[in-house]
């Protein structure tokens, strides 16, 4: 039997526009970083582990241990940022937007979002200037290890990036210009 001769009588499915590739590409790409990231978690519980370890049975402690926790925890938490507002997890007030009819919940997903994506523009802007003077100046934290810090202000823009990527991808959700349809697996 051919595929053809299985197929026939079967829905065909539904094909993808070039934005539902889009919409579905950014949600992958904020699903795996937020992963990635969340794993270095375990990083952190094994940095804070053998310092406390370090510290309380050998009398050891540790140059790197605090920041590199500090480090990693920071980049996490910026750039699951993404992920949380692909998965509606940031706080939303919907006492008066419960109510509102579908034009006025359109509109107020377009002011919402012209607000959302100055306020991201101005992230994304003044994380970078911050993160290439760091870079420049080859800032350090002051501490005895002294790690470099642009690393963790580079992550500030990319999440920036991120956050901005995906409120695009929920406003073309919430304006239904990308048919669920085609988003479905």
Request: charged share 15%; glycine share 8%; with cysteine.
């Amino acid at each position: 039997m051919t595929d053809a001769e299985r197929r026939r009588g079967q829905p065909e499915a539904p094909r993808r526009s070039a934005l539902a590739w889009f919409c579905l590409a950014i949600d992958a790409l904020n699903t795996w970083i937020a992963r990635f990231w969340g794993a270095s978690i375990v990083v952190v519980t094994l940095a804070i582990l053998y310092e406390v370890v370090a510290r309380s049975w050998f009398g050891q402690a540790t140059l790197w241990a605090n920041e590199t926790t500090v480090y990693l925890s920071a980049v996490t938490y910026l750039l699951g940022g993404g992920y949380a507002l692909l998965r509606r997890g940031h706080v939303r007030i919907d006492l008066i937007y419960g109510i509102l009819a579908p034009a006025p919940k359109r509109g107020a997903d377009l002011l919402g979002f012209a607000f959302f994506a100055v306020y991201v523009g101005a992230l994304i802007f003044i994380g970078t200037q911050m993160a290439w003077s760091s870079y420049l100046q080859s800032e350090g934290t002051g501490t005895p290890w002294n790690p470099p810090i642009w690393p963790v202000k580079m992550a500030i823009p990319i999440a920036g990036v991120l956050l901005l990527l995906q409120g695009f991808v929920n406003l073309l959700r919430d304006l239904n210009v990308v048919p669920e349809a085609e988003l479905a697996a």
